[in-house]
């Protein structure tokens, strides 16, 4: 058993790693094209991506809710019916992305508005989100769609749909930014035009599957609501994060422009860490869903001792490479030696807290394959009890410059992700999330 289910762990764990990578990896090269445009594009990109990953992110139950119940079906041997949640899970991505799409891009300057910026920053933040809003219809079917994969136990086909994607995405920013030169704006428009590319080709292959396993693929009334309602509770999970997040920034924002930037770059940073300390948790997801289906309780329990040891060394690994890099990293990113000293020190407490970052991530999509999400919500509520205190004590005394960022760091960092351990660690003391055979809901 150990070893068989090693390799089932890196069979699903590897090619959801890469994928995983190439998500953010959006982001870091629209980070580094726009850091050469200069702080305040930097700064504008910024506050958008925080707006654009916490839409995304309250919806990123598309995926965390679909994978569990495909798994689960896929488990219990009725694959025609796997395929079926997961294309209903499709459209109701696309259902939810064009209502927020249309709202968010006549909200944008509002929303940006909030954070109190400068004007000049302002202006870059609004024009990158006011077109980014156009590619949240396919961000959200390509999570989707992603669910799905992941519930019939294929990491591999996402790992080469992100995989293109990011070639295509890289490819028509640096045309659009400099080539046409659009500036921020192009940076934007590459990156709508990559995601819809992307669901060009997960819609070839879910009509396949669909094909093969005589699965219908029009919506379903049932299905659709279905889908809505397994989500809500994982939707409430992720606003608490989300709150979070985004409180961050805003502290940010007051510390100052450069250290905003600054921030951006090691919260940039932190969001590849995580989606590649997030393998893990995807194969855990699977196989928790698959094993809970098929009534395999022992199984279950392996995989949740064995992820969990592979995500604290995992965490040491990625925690190595970001500490013996974070004298380097600012400059790679502006190509600005200060900005590299600005953010050192915050890098330094990244790398520290990623053994701990490990294991949350994995207990996290433990949770989710057991469909355990009433509890995630309760959870990410609770962790916000120690962390905003704790933030606001370093909007109050942080000070600026390095150690602004320092205390910056150790808030979220430190107080929140043990915040988190401590909570998902409470809840795997029991057999109470192992519900076999039921629906994940």
Not at 155 to 169: Q, R
Not at 293 to 298: L, N, R, T, V
């Amino acid at each position: 058993m150990p070893r068989s289910l090693n390799r089932e762990i890196l069979r699903l764990a590897v090619p959801a790693l890469g994928a995983l990578v190439a998500e953010p990896a959006f982001l870091i090269v629209d980070a580094a094209l726009v850091g050469h445009l200069g702080t305040v594009p930097l700064a504008g990109l910024g506050i958008a991506s925080a707006v654009l990953q916490t839409i995304v992110g309250l919806m990123v139950f598309l995926a965390y809710s679909t994978t569990p119940a495909v798994a689960r079906r896929f488990g219990a041997g009725e694959h025609g019916g796997a395929v079926s949640v997961g294309i209903d899970g499709m459209w109701l991505a696309l259902g939810l992305g064009a209502v927020l799409a249309a709202a968010g891009a006549l909200a944008s300057p509002w929303i940006v508005s909030l954070f109190g910026a400068p004007a000049a920053v302002a202006e870059q933040a609004d024009t990158y989100l006011t077109i980014s809003m156009w590619g949240l219809p396919a961000m959200l079917i390509v999570f989707a769609a992603t669910g799905l994969l992941r519930g019939m136990q294929d990491t591999v086909t996402p790992l080469w749909i992100a995989g293109c994607g990011f070639a295509a995405n890289a490819a028509l920013n640096a045309l659009f930014i400099y080539g046409l030169g659009w500036g921020i704006a192009g940076s934007a428009a590459g990156t709508v035009v990559a995601q819809w590319g992307m669901v060009a080709a997960y819609v070839v292959v879910v009509g396949r599957l669909a094909r093969r396993h005589e699965a219908s693929v029009r919506p379903q009334r049932d299905g659709v609501r279905g889908s809505a309602r397994s989500g809500g509770w994982l939707f409430l999970r992720t606003v608490s994060l989300r709150v979070a997040l985004l409180a961050t920034v805003g502290v940010a924002t007051g510390i100052g422009t450069t250290e905003l930037a600054g921030w951006q770059v090691v919260f940039t940073i932190f969001s590849t860490a995580a989606f590649a300390l997030d393998a893990l948790a995807i194969a855990a997801q699977a196989l928790i869903g698959k094993g809970l289906g098929a009534g395999d309780i022992p199984a279950v329990k392996h995989v949740l001792a064995r992820t969990m040891a592979w995500g604290g060394w995992f965490g040491v690994a990625v925690g190595a490479v970001i500490g013996g890099l974070s004298g380097v990293i600012g400059i790679a990113f502006t190509g600005d030696a200060e900005l590299a000293r600005l953010i050192q020190p915050a890098l330094i407490v990244l790398a520290v807290a990623q053994p701990v970052a490990g294991v949350v991530f994995v207990l996290d999509g433990v949770l989710m394959g057991a469909g355990d999400a009433r509890y995630l919500a309760v959870a990410g509520a609770l962790t916000l009890i120690p962390f905003l205190p704790a933030l606001l004590a370093v909007s109050l005394i942080g000070g600026g410059g390095s150690v602004g960022l320092l205390w910056l760091a150790m808030a979220f960092f430190g107080v929140f992700m043990l915040a988190r351990l401590a909570t998902l660690g409470w809840r795997i003391r029991t057999d109470a999330w192992m519900r076999a055979g039921a629906p994940a809901v």
